[in-house]
């Protein structure tokens, strides 16, 4: 990000010398890139926002889905121990049987606690994981809105350089607001 900052104060360095030309349409190029570039790094920095979203968000849910293993595990454990316990049942004296089957009780009723939250951190897992896909869709919209506005910014200093064309800074206000455009259809 650094390297674009960089780069956006570069291009208004340019702008500004050839606002000092003295040349009108050169002055509002000028501007027009000088715009540009405030509005590329805007954009550019919602990019890296949307990146670190992305990121932040999928490594909760890694981490949930992680918690929801151990909680399975934990459950596994309990079940096996219910079982051994309804064999312990099923093989003792009828006196040792009934103490047995209150012990497989107390594990299968804690398995079931167990299991209802493993199955809320999933579904806790599934959620963090969509929303960093919706951080990652924002962050791709957002790369292409900022590359088009980069663009733009190239095409007007073309302007200049070509002693007055007009062309080129009409496309680059094309490219602009189709940069523009796109940005917006990250947050719509």
Same mark, same amino acid.
């Given at each position: 990000?650094?390297?674009? =900052?960089?780069? /956006?104060?570069?291009?208004?360095? /340019?702008?500004?010398?050839?606002? #000092? ?7 509002? *190029?000028? *501007? +027009?890139?000088?715009?540009? %570039?405030?509005?590329?790094? =805007? ?24 918690? $929801? ?18 064999? %312990? ?14 012990? %497989? ?9 167990? $299991? ?13 994981? #969509?929303?960093?896909? #919706? /951080?990652? #869709?924002?962050?791709? *919209?957002? +790369?292409?809105? *900022?590359?088009?506005l980069h663009v733009s910014i190239a095409i007007a200093t073309i302007s200049i350089i070509a002693k007055g064309k ?5 496309? $680059? ?16």
């Amino acid at each position: 990000m650094e390297n674009e =900052t960089l780069e /956006h104060l570069e291009q208004a360095e /340019h702008a500004e010398h050839a606002a #000092h030309s003295g040349d009108s349409f050169a002055s509002k *190029v000028s *501007v +027009t890139i000088a715009i540009l %570039a405030v509005v590329a790094a =805007t954009v550019g920095s919602l990019e890296t926002l949307e990146t670190a979203g992305a990121i932040s968000s999928k490594n909760s849910a890694v981490l949930l889905q992680s918690r $929801a293993s151990d909680q399975w595990a934990f459950f596994q454990s309990k079940s096996l121990k219910k079982n051994l316990y309804e064999v %312990a049942a099923l093989s003792a004296p009828q006196d040792k049987a009934q103490e047995f089957l209150n012990q %497989a009780k107390r594990y299968d009723d804690e398995g079931k606690d167990i $299991a209802n939250t493993a199955t809320k951190l999933e579904h806790e897992s599934h959620e963090m994981l #969509h929303i960093g896909e #919706h /951080h990652e #869709h924002r962050h791709h *919209v957002l +790369t292409f809105g *900022v590359t088009l506005l980069h663009v733009s910014i190239a095409i007007a200093t073309i302007s200049i350089i070509a002693k007055g064309k007009k062309w080129p800074w009409y496309m $680059a206000l094309l490219l602009a607001l189709g940069g523009l455009g796109i940005t917006a259809t990250a947050y719509i």
